[in-house]
């Protein structure tokens, strides 16, 4: 680390975005880079990781692979350097245990001498004259700057807590914390978990295993009109594809805020064979006696009140458009998570650009000024479509990124991979529509 020297590069936070960054960009000599995160160590949502669970991508979505397969910060690689390849091929599943993807970006951090821990980032300003960033570092020695051409932010997302959920740290927890706070339910009387996602889903399934045990009531509500499954299906995943990002990124603002509103079940669900593990199981638990667990869609939180030693929960019911209240000791918020405009990025603010609704606005090689010089990783599903979280589209992103900051096409990125197509082509396109698509340029130029 050096204050004088000026980086191409810097990367602020280091969740498996950035991280696939630095593994990428380790090879190019021609690029100088640093990696800060505030954690002490990498650490991936290690809060909400009950025993067996799995990614919900295939292994081949790691740090490097879409973007370059001999990068030796591959998964593969990973397995091969612990001996653990043979094990995972005769496990037969493309289906990486969470676990064992936190150990693997956990060891791709330690092989990597530019990624720092416990440094925070809390001031990142613009000196005009030099083109240059000076980004503010406070670590436990002390705070030190280092100096860029380039930043990217890889900052990630928090979990939603609605301001009536906050003010009660004992008994309101996101789940994002289940597994810290996991003990300290098992003594409650009753319990609720509000969100109908893969984590309400597995924290639902995770306490019902043990509910014979500990006796609690279990509660489950989520406003959606129905638990319902995320589609996996073929074509449906087509969409997680160059393709398709390029086809919505084309689309004028409101088209895709429209088409994002329609596609909650592409992203948002439950897995389809984990809705029916949480099914066998309520069966199972109902041989001998009713269960003291409840499922309920259609229903919105919108108050809490606390009342003794628990709490009184309001929810309105959309179907029958009435108000009801359910009593709980704890209350599990697994409501998804936001992305919250870091603060570091306060006095370069005016450099950003925004889009007519406040939010950032990115371009297509998702910088977010129009000097290219500022990258996020990891926003915008109302620009560049559902897929922006999605751990197998990393590498395409940081692909551009790359290519874009070092104006040649360093690592190929594929235009065109669906057997579908998203939209006509231009000149069969017989009658030009009033409100028609804006004309974005999604090509790359370099
Ligand atoms: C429980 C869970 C499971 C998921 N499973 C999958 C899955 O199976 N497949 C899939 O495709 N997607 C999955 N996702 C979605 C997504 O890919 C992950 O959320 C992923 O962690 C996003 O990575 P990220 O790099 O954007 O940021 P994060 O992993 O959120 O990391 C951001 C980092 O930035 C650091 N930071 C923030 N601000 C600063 C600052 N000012 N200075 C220094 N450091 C800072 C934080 O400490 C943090 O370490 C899952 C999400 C969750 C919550």
Redesign the pocket.
């Given at each position: 680390m050096n204050s004088q020297h000026i980086y191409d590069i810097v990367g602020?936070?280091?969740?498996?975005?950035?991280l696939g960054l630095a593994c990428l960009t380790q090879p190019l000599n021609e690029l100088s880079t640093i990696f800060?995160?505030?954690?002490d160590e990498f650490d991936?949502?290690s809060g909400?990781m009950p025993e067996g669970s799995t990614?919900?991508?295939p292994f081949i979505a790691d740090l490097v692979s879409f973007a370059d397969p001999k990068n030796p910060y591959s998964f593969l690689n990973y397995l091969k350097l612990h001996n653990r390849l043979y094990q995972f091929f005769i496990r037969e599943s493309f289906f990486i245990l969470r676990a064992e993807y936190n150990l693997y970006c956990k060891w791709a951090t330690e092989q990597l001498e530019n990624v720092h821990f416990k440094?925070?980032?809390n001031q990142i300003d613009y000196d005009e004259s030099r083109q240059l960033y000076t980004v503010r570092v406070k670590q436990p020695q002390g705070e030190m700057t280092v100096v860029t051409k380039n930043l990217v932010l890889?900052?990630?997302?928090t979990p939603i807590t609605p301001k009536f959920c906050q003010g009660y740290p004992e008994q309101i927890h996101s789940s994002a914390d289940y597994l810290r706070h996991k003990k300290d339910y098992l003594n409650k009387k009753s319990i609720t978990i509000v969100g109908g996602g893969q984590?309400g889903a597995e924290i639902y399934y995770d306490l019902l295993s043990e509910i014979d045990q500990h006796e609690y009531q279990l509660n489950w509500l989520t406003k959606a009109p129905h638990f319902f499954s995320m589609d996996l299906g073929k074509l449906t995943l087509e969409y997680t594809s160059p393709d398709y990002t390029s086809h919505f990124y084309s689309l004028d603002e409101d088209k895709r805020d429209q088409v994002i509103g329609s596609q909650n079940a592409l992203y948002k669900g439950i897995e389809l064979s984990f809705v029916n593990r949480i099914y066998d199981l309520l069966y199972q638990k109902s041989l001998n006696r009713p269960i003291p667990a409840r499922m309920m869609p259609n229903c919105a939180l919108d108050a809490v009140e606390q009342q003794g030693n628990h709490l009184n929960l309001t929810f309105k019911n959309s179907d029958i458009n009435k108000r009801f209240k359910l009593e709980s000791e704890v209350l599990i918020l697994a409501l998804g998570?936001e992305y919250k405009i870091?603060e570091?990025l306060n006095p370069i603010r005016s450099l950003i650009n925004w889009d007519s609704k406040g939010r950032i606005a990115l371009n297509w090689n998702y910088s977010i000024n129009d000097d290219n010089t500022i990258f996020a990783?990891?926003i915008g599903i109302y620009s560049h479509g559902f897929t922006v979280?999605?751990?197998?589209m990393g590498c395409y992103r940081n692909a551009i990124i790359i290519n874009t900051i070092l104006g040649r096409e360093v690592y190929p990125v594929e235009k065109r991979i669906a057997y579908q197509e998203f939209a006509p082509m231009p000149e069969e396109v017989v009658t030009p529509l009033k409100t028609s698509s804006k004309s974005h340029s999604t090509e790359l130029s370099f």
């Open positions: 602020i936070g280091v969740g498996p975005f950035n800060f995160d505030s954690k991936w949502h909400i990614l919900q991508i440094s925070f980032i890889g900052t990630g997302t984590s998570y870091p570091c990783q990891n979280p999605d751990l197998g």
